[in-house]
């Protein structure tokens, strides 16, 4: 079979070693998400409406009301890291609906057929949702200015901000992952990832001091990794906030959660092409 | 000459479907072949399990000499697959598209650039290689896909209904585009269709599907001499599954089937 003389030689023959290509891989995932974020931003840029109401309306609100004890911070001041952690976690939490999404489209099966190891593929998608995230920051950080917030400017803690908010939602996007791979089909997410979005958020230190809640609701609350990435950015974000761990031990926590999320994901994500 | 795929009592059972039956079938390096039959009747089902989307409940399958469920990254490294859904990403531009199937297979860089150029150039597409995807038509899609899964120079390539949905002159510019890269690279092809004259058309050989398992293989010729002289691939396809086209399929497949079919049109 003279056919058989290819025109061009083989392109895998020469491959990076399993680390690289690792590293290689995950950013391929996570840029392609980026692009389509600059493609269209909207989608990102309508969900920083909801944190900004937060910080506003409800913010504000509380704030005059002064119901809820918050020590040596004020209200608004113990409250916008919370929106902030909030907002990673509302704009990663339906990053599952893109992935069913895809799945229903056949893109799912383009990214599992290639040669790119299954974590590499989800990292990549815990990368993107990370970084999704950053954008909220971003307009908080501007709503925050504007509202007055004590922010610290100093290079340092706003690179651990971005690190943290990375880190949060990296998190959540992975666990919506895991709850796309489980339910399949977007109508049932929907439901899901609504029921799912209102405990995480109650049962952490986001809006409220873990001192005001119910002995039971403590338990939850530091189970919650949400309550860990809001502790780190009450430190980081605000002058004179306070953390009640180290936040060492905050990243830590957010590190672990990531990386056994990302590793039970990749055993389920092969199987929603099935 | 070595063999592109090896089936030997490939099995896969959902629940109480046996949706792939012992389907044995071996595939020379470098043959177009391609697998009929009706909605449901384990095409697609055979090709997830070749590219390793899917493990075999029974038997086993080699494509390119590897394994499918002990060496499958071997596997994927040889293969191309264009989905019977939509692969290419329609918020992302096709030059991008292609760029990511690219450093999936680790196409070096410079390589690369020279690889999108020329398969955007050989399947028509270079005027709207920075255009989203979601803009094209049906057509320009799949063309697209195939230029994806052939930037890595695969082995094998898999297509699955590359032409479901389209209307004919773009089903013909596909065929064009699927028997010009074959010369080009030599590479083995199977596709599925549930279109006589595709078959006819493209393929040297056709193995015919009905419930899960082959019931019968040749070339068309061959399967037309076996039913009649004068009979069509379509009277052969009744000959052999004992239903029409229009019998098969679950609500699952004729949904999904529709819906590529509304996105391509």
Known sequence: MTSLERAAPHAASAEPVAPVRFLLDLWTVAQAELRKLAHDPTEVATRAVQPILWLVVFGQVIAQSRVIETGSLSYMDFLAPGVLAQSALFSAIFFGIAVIWERDLGVLHKYLVSPASREALVAGKALAGGLRALVQAFVIYLTAILIGINIRWEVPALLGVALVVVLGAAGFATFSLIVACLVRTRERFMGIGQVLTMPLFFASSAIYPISMMPGWLQVVAHLNPLTYQVDALRALMINGGPSTYPIALDIGVLVVTVVVLVAIASRQYPRLAQ | ?265
């Open chain 2, 1 to 265: 000459m070595t063999n592109a795929i090896e089936c030997s009592s490939l099995t896969r059972r959902f629940d109480v479907v046996t949706a792939v039956d012992g389907l044995t079938l071996v595939v020379p390096e470098g043959e177009m072949f391609g697998l009929l039959g009706p909605n449901g009747a384990g095409k697609t089902t055979t090709i997830k399990m070749l590219i390793t989307l899917l493990e075999p409940t029974a038997g086993g399958a080699r494509v390119a000499g590897h394994d499918v469920v002990h060496d499958a990254r071997a596997v994927r490294r040889s293969i191309g697959y264009v989905p019977q859904l939509l692969s290419s990403d329609g918020t992302l531009t096709a030059r991008e598209n292609l760029d990511i199937s690219g450093r999936l297979y680790h196409v070096p860089h410079a390589e690369r650039r020279d690889r999108i150029d020329e398969s955007l150039a050989f399947m028509g597409l270079t005027d709207v290689g920075d255009r989203l995807v979601r803009t094209f038509s049906g057509g320009m899609v799949r063309r697209l896909e195939i230029a994806q899964a052939m930037l890595h120079r695969p082995d094998v390539l898999f297509l699955d209904e590359p032409t479901v949905g389209l209307d004919p002159v773009a089903r013909k510019a596909v065929w064009e585009h699927v028997r010009a890269l074959r010369e080009r690279d030599g590479t083995t092809v199977m596709l599925t269709t549930h279109y006589m004259e595709e078959a006819a058309e493209l393929c040297e050989r056709v193995g015919i599907m009905h419930l899960g398992k082959l019931v019968a293989l040749g070339t068309p010729a061959e399967l037309e001499a076996q039913v009649g002289p004068d009979a069509s691939l379509d009277e052969v396809f009744t000959h052999f599954t004992g239903t029409g086209l229009e019998d098969g399929g679950s609500f699952r497949d004729v949904a999904r089937t529709r819906r590529t079919a509304r996105r391509l049109g």
